[in-house]
């Protein structure tokens, strides 16, 4: 994994502004800021978590050629099974939320489809320095991978696919004449997800606070120079000079070697923060505040990174103020992280398509996050109240349809329904030949007037 990560040096403004001004030449020395950002930066960690993992990938599954007759035959239970076997290994919600965070830090994430005897499904990330994007195809974007990377002292080439193998022994022999070490990978097993789809190029999703994040550092270190320099004390111990007519150039009243005891004795009662400077000459300070003091630099950097953020800097701890506000900014940020579940239903169905050829099955992710799951909820089953299908619900409590089917299934069998009785509680039961809720002795004259309505 120290391959696929890189180990970023230290940046400042000037070459944050650098590396901007032309980002498709500048590509890997981004992805190194990215990484010093995340390491150095919890503004820029925060935020990027927090768009990583606002989806909570929640989904059904739908079959899609098949009639009632079908569903009940022994054909299709074993290719529902399958399908729910290989999405719970596969395991989307941890799998695809894990590929988010490296989509916002990076845009573009290089994965390969293992698929092993025992069943195991699962996406190995592929070292990003060794993979280039060379094509689009139906799969999504296509990559070729550089065999180099297994010549890397410390790199196990039986860690990847057995396929690789294959390769490195056509790259070494040059059978295949691979072009510049560069292997083009089967788009069916090697998948590129990608933030931007439009243009190959690398394009950093959230690149445009890479400048704000810096600059929040910077201030703290300038906010922190000025508290130390307020607190800072300078004694100036002038030496005296002869004043009469009789004075001569450097004629000073105390030599060098006493002026020089006196600096030193000065010195050693000095507590930490403070200095003495021993001079002949007049001392003028030179003041560079400015007229208005501005002390909170740093929350005024805050604002400018959350600005071009486009979030709210309430979610992150800052003051509250308006909930309908905050409420309307959090569906913005749901709407710009809601196209990548396109992406991720584009390659589960293409595998689906794979796996169940006869009966067609496609997954359908529900569009539901950490924030709307309730309201969600409150949808779905009213529209289950109405006749619409029940899995909705389930999916909105975070089921998957494995754990749904097999909760029925559990259910259904131990009588649970039958068995299980309504607990009886004081505000559904009136005492014994009572009509109901007790009179109330006290109304308004609202209350008076429907009473002898009542009558």
């Known amino acids: 994994m120290k391959s696929i990560t890189s180990s970023p040096r230290k940046y400042d403004r000037d070459t944050v502004l650098q590396l901007l001004e032309n980002p498709i030449y500048n590509e890997k020395a981004l992805k190194d800021l990215h990484q010093y950002l995340l390491n150095n930066s919890q503004h820029y960690k925060r935020t990027l978590n927090y768009f990583a993992t606002i989806l909570t990938f929640d989904y059904v599954v739908i079959p899609l050629n098949v009639d009632e007759k079908d569903m009940k035959s022994g054909s299709f239970k074993r290719a529902q099974q399958k399908v729910y076997d ?5 395991n989307p919600k941890d799998t695809f939320t894990d590929i988010m965070r490296v989509i916002m830090g990076e845009d573009a994430a290089f994965y390969y489809l293992r698929e092993l005897e025992d069943g195991t499904v699962y996406l190995q990330r592929m070292p990003t320095d060794y993979c280039k994007i060379v094509n689009k195809t139906r799969y999504g974007w296509q990559y070729a991978f550089n065999m180099v990377y297994f010549a890397r002292p410390g790199v196990n080439i039986r860690d990847f696919a057995p396929e690789f193998e294959i390769y490195w022994r056509e790259f070494l022999e040059g059978d295949k004449n691979i072009p510049f070490f560069w292997k083009i990978l089967d788009p069916a097993k090697a998948y590129v997800f990608k933030w931007d789809e439009i243009d190959a190029a690398i394009l950093l999703p959230l690149m445009g606070l890479f400048l704000d994040a810096i600059e929040i550092m910077e201030f703290k270190a300038l906010l922190k120079t000025k508290t130390a320099l307020e607190n800072y004390k300078i004694l100036f111990h002038k030496i005296p000079m002869r004043q009469d007519k009789d004075a001569k150039k450097n004629d000073y009243l105390i030599d060098a070697v006493d002026a020089g005891k006196f600096h030193a004795n000065i010195s050693s009662k000095l507590p930490p923060g403070a200095s003495v400077l021993t001079t002949p000459m007049e001392i003028t300070p030179i003041n560079f505040e400015g007229a208005e003091t501005r002390t909170n630099i740093v929350g005024a950097a805050e604002e400018n990174y959350f600005g071009a953020a486009g979030t709210s800097p309430n979610l992150f701890g800052a003051a509250t103020k308006s909930s309908a506000g905050l409420s309307l900014n959090i569906k913005v940020d749901e709407n710009f992280v809601f196209p990548m579940q396109n992406k991720f239903e584009r390659f589960i169905n293409l595998n689906l398509k794979r796996i169940s050829p006869k009966y067609r099955f496609k997954v359908k992710f529900l569009g539901i996050t950490n924030f709307n799951r309730d309201e969600k909820f409150n949808e779905y089953i009213k529209a289950a109240q109405g006749g619409l299908p029940k899995t909705l619900v389930g999916a909105s409590l975070g089921l998957s349809p494995y754990e749904l089917d097999s909760l029925l299934k559990y259910e259904n ?43």
């Open 413 to 455: 069998a131990l009588q649970l329904i039958s068995e299980m009785q309504v607990l009886p509680s004081s505000h559904v039961q009136s005492p014994v030949n009572s009509p109901g809720r007790p009179v109330q002795p006290k109304v308004t004259e609202k209350g008076e007037e429907w009473r002898d309505n009542q009558v």
């Open 86 to 90: 290989w999405l719970e290994e596969l």
